[in-house]
């Protein structure tokens, strides 16, 4: 009633103004930023052919595996036996077991260690190599024989030499992830444009200055371009030197899966790695293109 | 009195190999202060190497360039060099390419704030100063010589070196930036060397006009002084008597008596 009466007054005391014009065009406007339609669309257009993909590769998948003689699961198999490492990847329930997320980001924490020290040691390396000549008719041999070593054959030299298993898995990740900062960034210092370098001496720029405001700037792209590649060769010597290391990585877990015979466990921590590598690509791609935004345009 | 800037007695060749190529022998040339003088030539015939021995970047064979009466054989900010294609730092807004500059040259002479006035006043003195927050990729060609022109003038140079200013622009950018150039040097008297292949623009611009013969071995052919009043304005000109006098000196020296011979390269 009294309610009723104020809602009542309300309506009338704002008449609704009679601008229909105005209503329209507000509505186009949202129309061209957020069509509803046109994102499902391009959704669907990035979306829905992996999904079919996948479903497909499942479906033959199961179909293969499902004979009892078949040597390795089906999917439905690794749903059903592997189900608390899919549904609960942040489980603790003592050292040995915790969630494969754990797991994951104690070997990122690795790889974060290894491919940050490359990082730092491959920039400076390559802007040596690509810097001075002499540096790299003496070091860039060495360099190209020495990248073409596997990541595991230094794993036994590195255990001598660090006497344990964690810095030894950290070293393989560096060695295996520094070469290609080094040689991306060589080329990319090789190819600064002489009349960067001629600003630089005008201004009387030093080394360091040269080196903080014009060369790391410069052969950007490159560096960036380098770091990719070298943080999927670390994520791919991570898992195979915690195969062989030990301790409560992702790779140690398939080892330790794979010797009490938990196949499903095995494709599920796959999976893991993979979507994990791919974050990691395209999160140093990203940064990449964000830092080099201003670069690549002329 | 002596001069400010002298070219002494310079040689210059380069060795590839056990082959030595002299591109120029014995240039010597003396300029005052203040003064605007252009070096004009075929192209090949050297007169970038002549920049670059004046700027510093490169070494002289033989000879010396003095400024002052002192010798310089390293680059440095007092000659400060505009490059035909503006070598701004793509990733520095215009403002950052200005401000690389002036902190390094008055970094410890001068506060912050006064940095800041000294680059505005630069960009306005180059009419950049509304682009200041834009990447070189944003402005066209034109207003990134303009902004080499302004970070070139913030170093306070001795000498402003000019190496094909306006090569790369198209005509009518290039009648602009000729005016900005000429206000510039009547309100700031900079003394300034342009290379140059454009017959108009070294006659409009300079008060002489260094003509190169053809290399290799290249020297200066002449030296024509360019007795015109300032300020100069092109439509008055394009019919002045001296003006066109000048012109056809400098046509007649490089297409007459020093014909470029393609097969000189």
Excluded at chain 1, 153 to 174: E, G, K, N, T, Y
Excluded at chain 1, 182 to 200: C, H, K, L, Q, W
Excluded at chain 1, 222 to 228: A, D, E, K, P, V
């Amino acid at each position: 009633m009294s309610i009723q009466a104020i809602e009542d007054s309300k309506v009338k005391a704002f008449p609704a103004p009679a601008k229909p014009a105005e209503v329209i065009a507000f509505t186009a406007k949202v129309r061209r930023r957020f069509d509803p339609a046109a994102i499902a669309g391009k959704l669907a257009s990035t979306l829905v052919p992996p999904a079919v993909v996948i479903i497909v590769m499942l479906v033959v998948w199961q179909i293969a595996c499902s004979s009892p003689n078949a040597s390795l699961p089906p999917p439905s198999q690794v749903w059903n036996e592997a189900y608390d490492l899919i549904a609960h990847p942040f489980f603790d329930y003592g050292p040995q077991d915790i969630g494969l997320a754990w797991r994951v980001l104690i070997s990122l924490q690795r790889v974060a260690i290894g491919f940050g020290l490359a990082a730092i040691v491959g920039v400076a390396l390559g802007a040596l190599v690509g810097q001075s000549i002499w540096a790299m008719r003496g070091l860039d041999p060495v360099f190209q024989i020495l990248r073409t070593v596997p990541p595991l054959a230094w794993l036994p030299l590195s255990l001598a030499a660090f006497r344990d298993s964690s810095p030894s898995a950290i070293f393989v990740i560096f060695i295996t992830s520094i070469w290609p900062v080094i040689i991306n960034t060589a080329v990319g210092v090789r190819n600064i444009p002489e009349d960067y370098r001629n600003v630089s001496r005008i201004l009387r720029l030093n080394q360091l200055e040269f080196f903080v405001k014009i060369m790391v700037p410069a052969a950007a792209p490159y560096i960036f371009t380098g770091l990719r590649i070298g943080i999927g060769l670390s994520w791919l010597a991570i898992v195979a030197a915690e195969m062989l290391t030990g301790g409560v990585g992702i790779g140690f877990f398939i080892w330790d899966a794979w010797n009490s015979s938990r196949l499903p466990d095995i494709i599920v921590a796959l999976a893991y790695i993979g979507v994990t590598g791919f974050c990691l690509d395209r999160l140093v791609a990203a940064v990449g293109a964000f830092v080099t935004r201003g670069t690549t345009a002329k | 009195m002596t001069a400010y800037l002298k070219l002494d007695h310079i040689d210059k060749s380069f060795a590839r190999g056990s082959q030595v190529s002299e591109v120029l022998k014995d240039i010597r040339l003396t300029i005052d202060k203040g003064e605007f003088v252009s070096i004009i030539g075929h192209s090949g015939c050297g007169k970038s190497t002549l920049l670059n021995l004046i700027a510093g970047l490169t070494k002289v064979s033989a000879g010396a360039v003095l400024l002052e009466d002192k010798e310089v054989d390293s680059p440095g900010p007092e000659r400060a060099v505009v490059f035909q294609n503006h070598s701004l730092l793509p990733w520095l807004t215009v403002y950052e390419n200005i401000n690389l500059a002036v902190s390094k040259v008055f970094g410890r002479t001068r506060s912050r704030a006064e940095r800041h006035d000294w680059i505005m006043r630069n960009l306005d003195l180059v009419q950049m100063a509304h682009a200041k927050d834009k990447r070189p990729a944003e402005i066209s060609g034109g207003m990134k010589q303009r902004v080499g022109i302004a970070r070139a003038l913030a170093m306070e140079p001795k000498i402003l070196l000019l190496d094909e200013p306006f090569g790369a622009l198209d005509a009518l950018t290039r009648a602009h930036l000729q005016d900005a150039v000429m206000d510039i040097h009547s309100r700031l008297g900079s003394t300034t060397i342009m290379i140059t292949h454009d017959v108009d623009e070294a006659v409009l611009l300079s008060d002489r006009i260094v003509m190169m013969t053809n290399g290799p071995a290249a020297t200066i052919g002449e030296v024509l002084p360019v007795p015109l009043a300032r300020p100069r304005r092109r439509i008055e000109l394009s019919s002045d008597r001296t003006f066109l006098r000048c012109r056809e000196a400098v046509l007649k020296f490089l297409y007459e008596r020093h014909r470029f011979v393609e097969a000189a390269e």
